[in-house]
């Protein structure tokens, strides 16, 4: 099932531990190049020069927003923003960002404000994992707008350190969880049909929908922030839903079935429920 009921969406209830790394980890060390040599017979006694001060990095100041651009929602994306450059990368994203205030989502640092992000969307707070860090920008993944990033300037927003990550491949009908960079867990799941295929690329949990139907085995789902690729192609009425991770309660899995979302034995719902946050990523290979 796609995920539609906005109003449906809760908070995840999940504490968050430390011991996390800084997002984009530490940099390598560089081997440093040989000291050039001089014989004796040619070395001329002149005092050695001054070293060259590191050239300061600037920050590219962030332009005021244009008059009329949009708020991206649940059921509302925007336009203009870059493609995740890593769309397909498995590196566990350990940071996320949560704004404290609305505000302007960049297509590259210093560039063009696209549109609004806000604390919550449809009464969840709002945690996108970052990606990327640019002098003093961040790149966050977008919620509403699939394999899309936004760069946000410093202020209005706080860190959050994440644990888990989720991998779903979609031709082995696996889903893998995550924590601390080590596999705890894998699944056989269910995966959107050939027309409706579950869309590919980096995502992350935007919160979980309430459902109370025995078709989804009682529990919660796990609303995305990707909405379906062919919005054409999905059910009637499902057009601005979300993809989403839920129960089934047949014992059918591995096949492609779906509107899109993954389907998944319920005693594994149950895992990721009590184990994932919101702003955990998700990664949906082929």
């Excluded at 005693?267 to 990523?281: I, N, R, Y």
Aim: aromatic fraction near 6%; charge should be positive; charged fraction near 15%.
């Amino acid at each position: 099932m796609l995920v539609r009921r906005v109003a449906a969406l809760t908070a995840l209830a999940v504490g968050l531990a430390g011991g996390v790394t800084a997002c984009g980890g530490k940099a390598k060390p560089q081997a440093r190049p040989p000291a050039a040599t001089t014989s004796p017979a040619s070395a001329a006694p002149s005092e050695s020069a001054p070293a060259s001060p590191a050239a300061p990095v600037t920050t590219p100041p962030a332009a005021p927003a244009a008059a009329g651009i949009p708020t991206i929602t649940y059921t509302k994306g925007a336009a203009g923003f870059p493609a995740d450059p890593d769309q397909s990368s498995t590196v566990p994203l350990t940071e996320g960002l949560h704004p404290t205030a609305k505000l302007a989502a960049y297509d590259a640092p210093g560039g063009t404000a696209r549109a609004y992000l806000t604390p919550d969307i449809s009464g969840v707070q709002l945690v996108m994992p970052i990606v990327a860090k640019q002098a003093g920008w961040v790149a966050v993944l977008l919620p509403t707008i699939n394999r899309s990033v936004g760069w946000l300037p410093a202020g209005n927003w706080t860190t959050v350190p994440l644990r888990d990550q989720v991998i779903v491949r979609r031709g082995a009908f696996t889903l893998t969880w995550v924590r601390d960079g080590v596999a705890q867990q894998t699944w056989t799941v269910t995966v959107g049909a050939a027309a409706t295929q579950t869309p590919l690329g980096r995502t992350f949990v935007l919160g979980r929908s309430r459902l109370s139907s025995q078709v989804y085995a009682g529990l919660d789902v796990l609303a995305l922030g990707a909405v379906p690729d062919d919005k054409g192609a999905v059910a009637d009425g499902l057009e601005d839903a979300h993809t989403g991770i839920h129960a089934w309660y047949r014992n059918e899995f591995g096949f492609r079935k779906s509107n899109g979302c993954v389907r998944m034995p319920p005693a594994a719902q149950k895992v990721l429920l009590d184990s994932v946050a919101s702003g955990t990523s998700v990664v949906v290979l082929p």
